[in-house]
């Protein structure tokens, strides 16, 4: 065996050294993230699992150009998973195509939107105003739609522009216009 060879394979065993082996609990979580990943792929279309299989099978040279919509739908398709790896049941683990679509088309939209009647995370446009709401009403349910208490994991909360309208009217009836701080 040539020197070199042997060079090779003692750097790959110092290597190997370095590389803990995965435990009972991070084979648990890969399985359960693979669980959860099935569960939400059954609720997409089909075009758009094609279309992050592509990215995924893509190169690591060609991933730099790579289909910006993919990757957000992949980035917002993570999320969703870890939210239910991190046990938050206040929403739906779905993407339907008219969810996914709105991620593949515009890839700088957030799921920070939701369904109040069946709690569907949502896209939120580019810009994160109210006023950028990527869809009006659930294209699942045809529900109204707030904001997703991500984290909190309470209930769908009130948009920027509910608040708005329930100050202006708290203002109304108080028969002022003047903040409630300066009071």
């Not at 209930?155 to 009071?183: D, N």
Request: overall charge negative; proline content about 8%; charged content about 20%.
């Amino acid at each position: 065996m040539s020197p070199w060879i042997r060079q090779i394979e003692q750097a790959l065993a110092e290597l190997r050294t370095l590389v803990p082996e995965p435990t009972t609990e991070d084979r648990e979580q890969e399985r359960r993230y693979a669980e959860l990943l099935a569960e939400l792929s059954a609720t997409m279309a089909p075009a758009h699992i094609a279309r992050l299989n592509a990215l995924i099978d893509a190169d690591a040279d060609e991933r730099p150009n790579a289909d910006a919509g993919a990757t957000r739908l992949w980035a917002v398709a993570d999320e969703l998973i870890q939210a239910a790896l991190h046990g938050l049941t206040n929403f739906k683990l779905a993407l339907p195509r008219a969810v996914g679509a709105v991620y593949l088309a515009g890839p700088g939209s957030h799921p920070y939107s939701q369904c109040r009647g069946c709690a569907l995370v949502l896209p939120l446009g580019p810009d994160h105003h109210a006023e950028a709401q990527a869809v009006e009403t659930c294209p699942e349910c045809g529900g109204g739609i707030g904001r997703w208490d991500k984290w909190g994991g309470g209930p769908t909360l009130p948009t920027p522009a509910e608040k708005r309208a329930a100050f202006a009217a708290m203002e109304a009836e108080r028969g002022t216009s003047a903040p409630l701080l300066w009071h």
